[in-house]
């Protein structure tokens, strides 16, 4: 009886060692967030989220291929893309929760002399964009391309999956001539002696957060959180540029 009587301080302490321990690791489990992400917005983001608390998986790519993957299936909890003619592609499973940044398109070259898209397609420069199929920069530009009387036919295309690629192709030497995101022309390396071209386009594109209709309460408020989150980094961004 008195050894019965001795294990039963040992076995309480065990017991209660195994519940600190569960609950210990029970709250060291950080939240999971699945993201879709727009190629050209990676490197801002990522940048912006190394000190969040949760954990954000990003599946980064063109706008058009992330909304193609929602359409066969995905159903990430957050997405953020370049919303510029999706056709309500992704309304019945997500939900428009407003507008993140806004960019805009630009001639980028590295001539000595100005110049303007007209004069590259007259002299059938090759001139690189994005793919029209699977990025909004490549929809926006084949119709910059048109408004500017350039036919596929009568220059040098080369094209390549999406934003963020086409600075890959600059950066490794590969074009002289794009046609590329405003926010992506610090990421040029200046040995290439880029500059971009006065001519101005009328062509804004928005970039805009879309929330799973699917989720339960409280996963819907930590993609909230998080939304506001890289809003108010965003905001931060923009105030130091603007100082």
Do not use: W
């Amino acid at each position: 009886v008195k050894i019965k009587k001795m294990y039963k301080p040992f076995k309480l302490l065990f017991l209660l060692s195994v519940c600190f321990i569960l609950v210990s690791c029970n709250n060291s489990k950080k939240n999971e967030i699945n993201m879709y992400l727009a190629a050209s917005l990676s490197n801002q983001i990522e940048s912006s989220i190394k000190n969040y608390d949760d954990v954000v998986n990003i599946d980064s790519s063109g706008s058009y291929d992330l909304v193609n993957k929602i359409i066969l299936g995905a159903k990430p909890e957050l997405v953020l893309l370049a919303n510029y003619n999706l056709k309500n592609s992704i309304d019945s499973f997500y939900e428009f929760y407003g507008d993140y940044s806004y960019n805009k398109i630009i001639l980028v070259h590295n001539n000595l002399k100005d110049i303007k898209l007209n004069e590259i397609c007259i002299n059938n420069y090759e001139i690189g964009i994005a793919d029209p199929k699977r990025a909004p920069l490549g929809m926006i530009s084949t119709e910059i391309l048109k408004e500017n009387k350039c036919s596929v036919n009568d220059f040098n295309l080369r094209v390549s999956s999406n934003a963020a690629s086409l600075i890959n192709m600059i950066n490794l030497g590969y074009l002289d001539f794009a046609l590329i995101y405003e926010s992506d022309f610090s990421k040029i390396k200046e040995e290439y002696k880029f500059s971009y071209s006065t001519q101005s386009f009328d062509k804004d594109l928005i970039y805009s957060f879309y929330v799973n209709n699917d989720l339960d309460i409280n996963e819907k408020k930590d993609v909230i959180k998080f939304i506001n989150y890289l809003k108010s980094q965003e905001n931060k961004l923009f105030s130091e540029k603007s100082e």
